[in-house]
């Protein structure tokens, strides 16, 4: 958790700084960020171009090269060179095919220093960025803490974290280094209050991307503990869990009729050891010790563990994301978990019957898991069960 900055002895620090890294500085390249009115502003058409608005650039530089010192002659006769130190960006050639297609601008009255007509048609649709981000643009740490304030309800000041960042300089960065249709994966490890998570979504709801994040955070005590918050985890998911009401709230009522499906959904994933006990090879001589090992693997599951604690990890030792999509159906009175549209079956009821096998069979899974328990010691029902998947093409089934 933060704290606020000692005063300022000499100067006040005004600005901070955002570090940038790429895996390959020499191929990324930022995505543009949209054009402002401000900066379409600056285009005008005076002198009634059919090529469009354009704006006047200055059409000299300070890079010495031998063609670009010479004289040039306005429409009123009034004559020009660079001034001292700096030459012509172009070659008198060059410079005269310019002023041929009318891409020269003397001035209302033709009397003054050339300058090169640049067609707002003709510029990136896009602004590369710059290093300076002013406030108005990307938000301040007194934006952030009315935005955590909105979002989480306090009862003590002192757990209100000092060094939150505002959900523009967060979305800043996400136009910048990602796009609508990708698919990133956006990580913080050092998660706090979750902005990340909340700029991601409120991103994706601006520009209907499907960028996904992760924000990773030690359970932190809070200063004075509250029913609600006791760590700054919690701080984190109380956040997230009422943006996305906000979200909500905002769409009722409304058709959605430019926007495609949202998903704001996320996930809280702690932590721990293996759901199973696993065997310890060091006992493999002393058979009392090997004993105790194989009751302990008579139900191998770690006590108060949940079946959606052991379907998780499954999903990870499977090669699934964490993000996959999984939908709980109930098949022959069974719960059984459908992980990415019924590639992976996973049942971990107990007392399996060979009609729940049959009917997961006909669904023709890539892959389907079942906790060894559940078949209770009957070697025959696991055989059938075998033979079953295998006549269905199931290319994988096995028991944990």
Known sequence: MGREKAPARHFSE?????????LNAETWRPTLLPRSEEANARYGNSDSDHRGEWKAGDMTARN????????????????FTPPRGRYWVVNKSRFDELNADNRIWWGENGTNMPSLKRFLTEVKQGMVPQTLWFYSDVGH???AKKELLEFVKYENTENVLDTVKPTR??????????SPESNDIVLDFFGGSCTTGHA???QNREDGGNRKFICVQLPEPLPKPEPKLKFLTDIGKQRLRNVIQSFADDAEGKLALDRKSEDNGFRVFKLDQSNFNAWNSSVEHDSAKVERQLD???DHIRDNRTPEDILY???LKSGFPLTTPVEQQTIEGKTVYSIAGGALMICLDGNLTLGLIRSIAELKPERVVFLDEGFAGNDQLKANAVQTFK???VASFRTV
């Not at 010495?64 to 004559?79: F, H, I, K, L, T």
């Open 14 to 22: 005004d600005h901070d700084y955002v570090v940038v890294y790429a």
């Open 64 to 79: 010495s090269y031998a063609d670009g010192q010479y004289e040039v002659v306005s429409p009123s006769g009034n004559s």
């Open 141 to 143: 740490t007194q934006e």
């Open 169 to 178: 300089l967060i979305r800043r960065i996400l136009q910048l280094a990602t």
């Open 200 to 202: 991601v979504m409120s």
């Open 296 to 298: 302990l693997h008579i």
């Open 313 to 315: 990890e499954l999903l």
């Open 391 to 393: 006549t269905k093409g």
